[in-house]
């Protein structure tokens, strides 16, 4: 069962990045409705439990994002995280969602988690942030998705605040189609993920805070590992602005902590 509901998961990860046709295929969804997720139905299933297919956002209980204020454990022990990322031609995909970039097919990077090598499927933008970051929401919080061969998952979180302009934020806002749905793999454009990380950080030995979560979109699925940044990035006003003619509020709400640790590889 568990393998199974593994599987379902990546295959849902995999066609909203690879096939914009495919997001179709799972029950529509709006930020508007954000509380009633878990109770959406897909009425082409009569089986239960797939015809609630997000009850996870109702009554998961590693769901994310949270507020990362609460308990921070120091632990010196933590594998040690470096962002390998590299050059690519990746596709500019309009999720119906979200703006997001998916690498290409022989793209070899991806987030070294101590020895493994987690590669990177694809990175999109929230706006404002998801993760509450000493009290406070920023602008906008950037994810990398990682899947590893056997399905598991981490993402890395990089809180996203106003000031010096993005050149490679730049880049996706220009690539980025304005129809739902639609993806840009013509373009040929040379990009590299790691021109998004904060700029003075160790890509090496990156600081950051950790916890067990969730997707914080449908299906809202556990088993995701989160790691976020502890230094946030930049990109100008003119470019939040920008990014809003995609879209705005496509943020969920804190969730519960729950029995759930916030642990931190520095002090
Ligand atoms: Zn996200």
Request: with cysteine; aromatic share 8%; charged share 15%.
């Amino acid at each position: 069962m568990k393998t199974k509901m593994l599987a379902n998961l990546v295959a849902s990860i995999m066609l909203a990045g690879y096939a914009g046709f495919a997001v179709s295929a799972s029950p529509h969804w709006s930020y508007d409705e954000e509380s009633d997720w878990g109770a959406i139905e897909d009425t082409a299933q009569t089986a239960v439990p797939l015809n609630y297919p997000y009850a996870e956002c109702g009554i998961g209980k590693h769901q994310s994002p949270v507020d990362l204020a609460d308990v921070k454990i120091v632990d010196s022990k933590l594998n040690k995280l470096a962002a390998r990322y590299g050059v690519d031609t990746p596709s500019f995909f309009n999720t119906g969602h979200a703006i997001q970039v998916n690498v290409s097919k022989n793209f070899t990077g991806g987030l070294k988690v101590g020895k493994e090598l987690l590669p990177l499927v694809q990175l999109h933008f929230h706006e404002p942030s998801e993760h509450v970051f000493k009290g406070k929401k920023f602008p906008a919080e950037l994810h990398f998705v990682h899947i590893s061969k056997d399905g598991r998952i981490a993402v890395l979180g990089v809180a996203i605040d106003i000031g010096r302009e993005n050149a490679a934020f730049q880049t996706i806002l220009d690539n980025m189609p304005h129809n739902y749905g639609e993806a840009n793999s013509t373009s040929g454009i040379k990009f590299n993920p790691a021109k998004l990380l904060p700029s003075g950080a160790n890509t090496d030995n990156l600081k950051y805070l950790t916890l067990a979560g969730s997707l914080t979109t449908p299906p809202c699925s556990e088993g995701v590992q989160w790691y976020i940044l502890t230094k946030s990035i930049t990109i100008s006003a003119a470019q939040l602005a920008q990014m809003k003619t995609f879209y705005s509020g496509n943020a969920r709400s804190t969730q519960n902590l729950n029995e759930r640790s916030i642990l931190s590889n520095h002090h």
